[in-house]
């Protein structure tokens, strides 16, 4: 069975940093496509990056440039490090693998 545990999560202040985890385990980690998605309240759920098991990403628009997703295959660890927050950023965020999601994990952006 799969399992996604995400860590991380946290308030901060705009401007700020945080860099979330997420732990896999039930599938072959290294050959997956791995997602962070995230909702905030009343917003429909966003894509916000992704990492193919050949490492290549893909941002979102609203956080190229500030976020940067990368994996650890011996970890079977995916992050997400977030920089240059803003409130807009608020969500709970997700990972995601196939159909499995994690549990989510809070990200507060204050002003």
């Known amino acids: 069975q799969v399992h996604l545990v995400e860590s991380g999560g946290g308030l901060v202040q705009a401007g700020g940093s945080l860099g979330l985890s997420c732990v896999a385990s039930?599938?072959?980690?290294?050959?997956?496509?791995m997602d962070w998605i995230r909702q905030a309240p009343g917003n429909q759920r966003e894509l916000v990056a992704r990492?193919?098991?050949?490492?290549?990403?893909y941002y979102a628009d609203s956080v190229k440039g500030r976020f940067t997703i990368s994996r650890d295959n011996a970890r079977n660890t995916v992050y997400l490090q977030m920089n240059s927050l803003k409130p807009e950023d608020t969500a709970v965020y997700y990972c995601?693998?196939?159909?499995?999601w994690g549990q989510g994990t809070q990200v507060t952006v204050s002003s």
């Open positions: 995601t693998l196939n159909t499995y």
């Open positions: 990492i193919t098991s050949g490492g290549s990403t």
């Open positions: 039930g599938i072959i980690f290294s050959r997956n496509t």
